[in-house]
């Protein structure tokens, strides 16, 4: 269960704004990992938690909804259905909390956003999420290629505001930053001079500001959508191969290019054939007399009509036979592999007792030396 935002900032339900902002400071101080004098994993932890509560109480629509709904109403507010820095938008509050500490606002998003390039500490155009489809085929598939719809759930760009999140499209670059989403500062001390830079005030890194919400996708820019994707899966497919369609993950935010799909592919055990590479195996069950004697026998081929396979004489039990360029394709071109087939027999557990008598004479019992096969064997 995720723990009480009130409780978490140890607050009352009727907490006015101020109250929330004290609150958060004080603990933002307490935990904030570069000062703070408990455990450093526990206290990121910490301070994660009572960010995300800040940003959610200090924000009177997120705080509304919370109120009315709990936890549960706040999915679609955090761009991953739950909270990530990605999601925390007051940063500028934090500069304030850490300004006077020699500097601490900087490093807080070096901190959690791996190092801080400048782009990540933006708000504004990113490239949507990369998604993965998992898909299985047959080996038959395998072996002749096959074009396939797929439906994939991902969010697209909302019609309704052309993915800017601003009612009817409306939107303006933010007088503020530029468009940036960020503003430097620059500040001389005895030390020397700091650039520092931070997350535009105005429009809270989205480098844009509208009048109203788009109401479709509550300034989202994006929406839910399930869209059909046609792939082709190449001649010769290997097991977990990936299928990259550029493109067609999730829409990006403020304007930025989709991500992309990856389908993988699995190729389903097949009842008769097993796979290795690009030969098939094949276990082929006979007669003792058709080994010893040599024949032509039918055998199952991937594309379907059988093939006839000669059984050398005296061929003996588990010799694998080769059928060259009966195997599959390969999927970057080149040869087809083999069929490869290895021989079993089957012995009968009922016999009459005129095949007994048969078998027996065969087997030398009847006094002809060393018996039939023994003699076929030896030559
Ligand atoms: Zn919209
Ligand atoms: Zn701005």
């Known amino acids: 269960m995720p723990e009480d935002y009130y409780q978490v900032l140890g607050l009352e339900r009727e907490a006015t704004k101020d109250e929330i902002k004290k609150a958060y400071r004080k603990l933002a101080r307490q935990y904030h990992p570069d000062v703070t004098t408990e455990d450093k994993e526990v206290a990121e932890e910490r301070f994660k938690t009572v960010s ?3 940003e959610v109480l200090v924000d009177d629509e997120k705080r509304k909804v919370y109120d009315q709904y709990g936890h549960a109403g706040l999915s679609g507010s955090f761009s991953g259905g739950s909270f990530t820095w990605d999601d925390f938008s007051h940063f500028e509050d934090l500069s304030d909390i850490f300004g006077g500490m020699g500097g601490f606002g900087g490093s807080i998003f070096d901190m959690f956003f791996g190092g801080g390039g400048q782009q990540r500490r933006s708000r504004g155009p990113r490239q949507g999420d990369s998604l993965r489809y998992d898909i299985e085929v047959t ?3 395998a072996f002749k290629g096959l ?3 797929i439906d994939v759930p991902h969010t697209v760009q909302c019609s309704d505001c052309k993915g800017t999140g601003g009612k009817g499209g409306d939107v303006q670059t933010c007088s503020e930053c530029g468009g940036a989403g960020q503003v430097q500062s620059i500040r001389n001390s005895g030390f020397g001079r700091f650039v520092s830079v ?7 890194g989205e480098g844009r500001t509208y009048k109203e919400r788009c109401p479709s996708c509550n300034g989202a820019g994006r929406e839910q959508r399930s869209s059909k994707i046609t792939i082709n899966i190449p001649v010769g497919v290997e097991e977990s191969t990936r299928l990259r369609v550029p493109g067609a993950g999730d829409a990006g935010a403020q304007g930025g290019p989709p991500g992309d799909l990856f389908v993988v592919i699995h ?3 097949h009842k008769v054939f097993r796979r290795d ?4 195996w094949l276990e082929l069950t006979t007669t003792y007399p058709k080994l010893a004697l040599g024949a032509e026998v039918e055998v199952p081929t991937i594309q379907g009509e059988s093939a006839m396979l000669k059984i050398p004489a005296g061929t003996q039990v588990d010799t694998v036979l080769r059928m060259p360029g009966q195997g599959l394709p390969r999927m970057g071109g080149g040869p087809r592999g083999d069929q490869l087939v290895r021989v079993r027999i089957q012995v009968p557990k009922k016999l009459s007792s005129q095949e007994k008598e048969l078998l027996r004479k065969l087997d030398g019992e009847d006094g002809n030396k060393g018996g039939i096969f023994e003699n076929i064997f030896r030559k």
């Open 198 to 204: 931070s997350v535009c005030p105005k429009c809270h």
């Open 277 to 280: 590479g690009s030969n098939l």
């Open 147 to 149: 074009t396939k719809e």
């Open 267 to 269: 190729v389903r055990p």
């Open 139 to 141: 080996l038959e598939d």
């Open 52 to 54: 995300e509560a800040y």
